[in-house]
């Protein structure tokens, strides 16, 4: 028998790029809607409550109309706005962030889809801060730099019909990001890192970096104890690797078009200096990858089905 899933927002980046993922699958049956209905709250609560999952595409503020309009329904829901990501009551959709992470994510009604950039940035960081590696109090720092599919469609056409001829912009300037909550929740941090996202022409693809004083932490530890803590926190997933850092350069697009995350950790013991790199995808595990193996994960299905490994 096969999931009824709603995709509430589907004419977006990440709506449309887990439609084209889900409907060649015979395990999934997409609920639809016209068009021209879209916008109609009654034909919205049809379409939501007649599906077993519903995956919300949406602004905030839609995607919580999206969950009163289901009320006290049976429907379950995946949400990848940043609406619900530190809301009680919800579950986090990292599968891989705790050892317990994903059978809570299978048990639960409403989970909140990670953002990008805090997928890469927990991905490097909590493991280190669990093992103690790292204090939660430690005044951490994340810079990373996204394809320009992240911003969506008007930020594509911005960049693919000649709006801008800039390579590379920096933004969210005055340090009030809307996924630095997250990051520092989900972290087990004290207080959210200063946070340096940029944009580059390139259309996908995402490189996170966390620079890391190892002379000045507790315990001054080694690059290799940090690469440790970071093979062992993943050792069991098939989608985040560690890679050895080889001093060569490390490409914003070594992952684009796949659902796989490769962390780095490279430095110099003798400085007492380390940079911990991740690269993603912004629209695989940082947006509709994310979302599939959740929804993979709910409805009891085969985790890495609809996954470009």
């Known amino acids: 028998m096969s999931v009824r899933v709603f995709i509430d927002g589907a004419v977006g980046t990440t709506g449309i790029d887990i439609q084209d993922r889900l409907a060649p699958r015979g395990d999934i049956t997409l609920v639809t809607l016209a068009e021209d209905r879209r916008k109609d709250a009654e034909a919205r609560r049809g379409a939501l409550t007649d599906a077993d999952i519903a995956i919300l595409c949406l602004p905030d ?63 490097l960081v909590r493991p ?22 992240g911003g969506g469609k008007t930020m594509i056409a911005e960049f693919e019909q000649g709006r801008t001829d800039t390579a590379f912009r920096a933004y969210a300037l005055g340090l009030a990001h809307k996924h630095a909550p997250e990051m520092r929740g989900h972290a087990g941090l004290t207080h959210p890192p200063i946070f340096a996202p940029s944009v580059a022409r390139v259309y996908s ?44 350069a490390i490409r914003i697009e070594e992952n684009a078009g796949t659902d796989r995350m490769t962390l780095r950790v490279c430095g110099n013991d003798a400085a007492g200096q380390a940079r911990l790199v991740a690269t993603l995808d912004n629209l695989g595990k940082g947006a509709g ?21």
């Open 128 to 149: 280190l801060v669990r093992a103690g590696l790292v204090p939660a109090d430690w005044p951490l720092s994340f810079a990373a730099t996204s394809g320009y599919s």
């Open 205 to 248: 693809g995402m490189l996170g970096e966390v620079p890391l004083p190892l002379y000045a932490l507790p315990g001054r530890p080694t690059i290799a104890a940090i690469e440790d803590c970071l093979r062992g926190a993943y050792a069991d997933s098939a989608l985040i690797g560690v890679a050895p850092c080889d001093g060569g």
């Open 61 to 123: 503020d839609a995607a919580r109309e999206a969950v009163a309009l289901i009320g006290d329904g049976a429907t379950r829901v995946i949400d990848a706005s940043t609406a619900h990501r530190v809301a009680t009551g919800w579950v986090y959709g990292f599968p891989e962030l705790e050892a317990d992470q994903a059978a809570k994510i299978a048990d639960a009604r409403f989970v909140a889809n990670p953002g990008c950039y805090p997928t890469a940035f927990l991905a």
């Open 289 to 309: 990858g994310a979302a599939v193996q959740n929804l993979n994960l709910m409805a009891g299905l085969d985790p890495l089905a609809g996954l470009n490994l």
